[in-house]
């Protein structure tokens, strides 16, 4: 549930436009699933144990044989695959590859595969673009002000770290701890965990409203690693789930007692490219004008409250004189155009002085006394002022006259026109504005010039992010030197506190909780949600995994485990691949091998009537389900096909939304959380503003439109089309490639009849753009765009 439902629920009780079923009992709660143990279930007995190969197998089948069906044969082998290679890496394997495999009929052929697949790096980035997607990665903040620099310059160091540790099977519950607390670890000399903690840092920023990004971290951490939607009890206890408001509270102290340094932490050796010292050229050429400009126009401003010196304290007499109440006072300082900070300045100065019977002012003041003898009295208040206004603008240019002639100058050699000078330079000076005020501030010296200042840094962000020689850091959180005491913020509101709540992990996980003790807590709460004996982190993980491979979690929910979510369609099947997960170390290539290897992930994907009007959604797994490529899939399958790919590993996103595109994989892609290029949306990229826990699956004419009509596969048709006439001289040999390239298997008779067919109605002028527009017209098939 997100925070804009939590919002609807607290005022109409509903979610999602459902009527509200009765609030959960404490039976309920006591009973329900998710809550329960991980079981060490033992796999049940079956009719027919000859089709099982996997313990998952067995518990498939006595659902199946319940009804008394059957499951559905196994797939042909191009099928399994592909299938594999899509899930995998993301990639479809090559025409050799394929062959291979289908000659292969050796009973290790398919296990050979699946650990050869799990031990590429492609494996890696494949996994990681589901974990982004948990993650609400992006590679920029979203809305955050006009001027406001928006990048997140190292964020890409997060999206390699995922990558990486799916790669080396980085143990789950350690890929949990770093996420969340990295900073806390002892880590040596390599310091590449510190970018997991992206995890946190990368969201979106709500124009930098802290309870809001706070809120935004509580929801990617509880509902992505525990899949429980803690952020509904912001403004009141948990409707259904066995979480009050306190536990929120208690979690967001824990976020509010941590920070995100200006300094982000290098990464260890390895983080100076060789570029660097190009870098730190431009990036000192960068800060040294943004530092001109800083100097310039504090010099100014500061001239400038000099100049009107005398304006400051006519100002303080008329308000003082007038005896106005704040807003009249404000309101007049504003007509005169004068710096508020600076007329409190002036007034809190004139009143220190007239107990010191300071000698400039005595004659304002009216005292008696031996003043400055500069100072003349005049009959009435105006005229002083023009005495004070005189004496200012002569003892200014006197100084200036004096530092033209030494820059040394430390003091005008008259000491009446010195103590003058003073009042204006000293550094007590009430000509002054603190430099600690905020540029956004309207009396801030630096307002005037806030935008400019803010584009110019934007640049040094741009810099650091696009830079080749930029050092590899990370997005971070430290502890705050002292923790916050968290308060419960009555119905969600700051302004309105209640009850102080200690930093501790959720009531009803931990029975006998203790508040957190170090510093922020974040630490003790990672370890705490990893923990084996809690029933959710482990089942949140392998059902997300099932739910890749097969297009639907063993539960619907991904990530909500609460009452309200159905139970598992094969409960003693998820809590069995949970026990063998955290008994073998949370490695979640080991998971894969055991749900790759069954049989019932081999099955076929067609439907059979009979059982489909029973089951439509196929969720007693009587075959596998047909599953339509992502977006990054389509189009790293595209340029594949095309020889374009380029297949390295990490590094800086890129543009892929502007033609001509480059050759990355589509994961490289820059995330724009503001303006996520149409592109992604038309393909039902996950929304990068929040937690996705899973995507849409639309099917809208823009997709075709996209596919027939754009550029980008305009360009890779003739790209394969190139790549064919290669290896092929001959009209069917190059039809065959074709075929080869793009399905991996060579095409039937028919298929080679009727492409011969429409190549041939070409004049020999047009057969290169026939040949392409063939190319292009395998890309838009299903075959091409669904895997079986």
Known sequence: MIRAVSVLVFVTGMTRGAITPPLSTSEQVKNHWAFQPVKQAVPPKVKHPKWARTPVDYFVLARLEARGWTPSPQADRRTLIRRAYFDLTGLAPTFVEAQTFVADDSPDAWPKLIDRLLASPHYGERWARHWLDVARYADNKGYVGVGVDRLYPYSYTYRDYVVRAFNEDLPFNRFIIEQIAADRLELGEDKRPLAAMGYL??????????????????????????????????????????????????????????????????????????????????????????????????????????????????????????????????????????????????????????????????????????????????????????????????????????????????????????????????????????????????????????NTLRNLRSKLGKLAATHPGAPLRAHVMLDKPRAVQPFIFVRGSRGNRGAKVPRQFLEHLSPNRKPFPKGSGRLELARAIADPTNPLTARVLVNRVWAHHFGRGLVATPSDFGLRAQPPSHPLLLDWLVARFIAEGWSVKKLHRHILLSATYQQVSSDRVDYLRVDPANTLLWKMNRQRLAFEALRDGILRAAGQLDLTLGGRPVNIAKHPTTPRRTLYGFIDRQNLPALLRTFDFANPDAHCPERFENTVPQQALFLMNSPFLAAQSDKLREAAARQAPSGQARVKVLYQKVFQRNPTDTEIVEALKFINAATEKEQNEAFSQLAQVLLLTNEFGFVD
Request: one cysteine or more; a positive charge.
């Open 201 to 450: 840092t990368l969201g979106r920023r709500f124009l930098n409203r802290e309870d809001d990004i706070i809120d935004d971290r509580i929801d990617v951490v509880t509902r992505g690693f525990m899949a429980l939607t803690v952020t509904c009890a912001r403004c009141h206890d948990h409707k259904y789930d066995p979480i009050p408001t306190a536990d929120y509270y208690s979690l967001h102290g824990v976020f509010a007692s941590s920070h995100e340094p200006k300094e982000l932490p290098l990464l260890g050796k390895g983080s100076f490219p060789p570029k660097h010292a190009a870098y730190l050229k431009e990036k000192q050429s960068q800060q040294a004008a943004i530092d001109k400009l800083v100097r310039d126009t504090y010099a100014k401003g500061r001239a400038e409250l000099r100049r009107r010196a005398g304006e400051y304290l006519g100002a303080v007499h008329d308000v003082e004189f007038g005896k106005m109440n704040k807003e009249a006072a404000v309101q007049l300082l504003t007509q005169r155009k004068l710096n508020i900070v600076s007329a409190l300045n002036w007034q809190r100065a004139l009143a220190k002085w007239k107990v010191e019977k300071h000698p400039v002012f005595l004659a304002w003041h009216g005292l008696e006394g031996e003043g400055n003898p500069l100072v003349k009295r005049a009959p009435d208040r105006k005229a002083q002022i023009k005495i004070y206004t005189d004496l200012f603008v002569e003892a200014e240019r006197q100084w200036n006259v004096l530092r033209k002639m030494n820059q040394n100058a430390t003091a005008l050699a008259d000491a009446n026109w010195e103590a003058v000078r003073r009042v204006l330079y000293a550094n007590d000076t009430p000509a002054n504005v603190p430099e600690s005020l905020a540029e956004g501030d309207r009396n801030s010296l630096l307002f005037g010039q806030r």
